[in-house]
Nanobody, 119 residues
Framework: QVQLVESGGGLVQTGGSLRLSCVASGRTFSPYSMAWFRQAPGKERDFVAR????????YYADSVKGRFTISRDSAKNTVYLQMNNLKAEDTAVYYCAASSSRNNPNDYWGQGTQVTVSS
């Protein structure tokens, strides 16, 4: 079993930055990919960014391209989301997810961390 724990959320003003972290623990951790999702109040959970664990290719939602950067540190079993130039519409609970294989997308989830951007 894999446990994911997010941290780094908080309150920030428009234009500010935050870095989210997601640490994985449990059995030997070598996922196919890791991703960040977010869910604003009253809305569905949306994809934000993904990184392939071994090849490090990345993929972003159009709404965050050029502002957010996903990265990972395999030695620390940690994935990061650097968020710059934050906007009010980025306010949401941010979740990290791990895909154990290409055919098992997002089969592990963290509990989420709140990001609030004030205008």
């Amino acid at each position: 079993q894999v446990q994911l724990v997010e941290s780094g959320g908080g309150l920030v003003q428009t234009g500010g930055s935050l870095r989210l972290s997601c640490v994985a623990s449990g059995r030997t951790f070598s996922p196919y990919s890791m991703a960040w999702f977010r869910q604003a109040p009253g809305k569905e959970r949306d994809f934000v960014a993904r990184i392939n664990w071994s090849e490090r290719w990345t993929y972003y939602a159009d709404s965050v391209k050029g502002r957010f950067t996903i990265s990972r540190d395999s030695a620390k079993n940690t994935v990061y989301l650097q968020m710059n130039n934050l906007k009010a519409e980025d306010t949401a609970v941010y979740y990290c997810a791990a895909s154990s294989s290409r055919n098992n997308p997002n089969d592990y989830w963290g509990q989420g961390t709140q990001v609030t951007v004030s205008s």
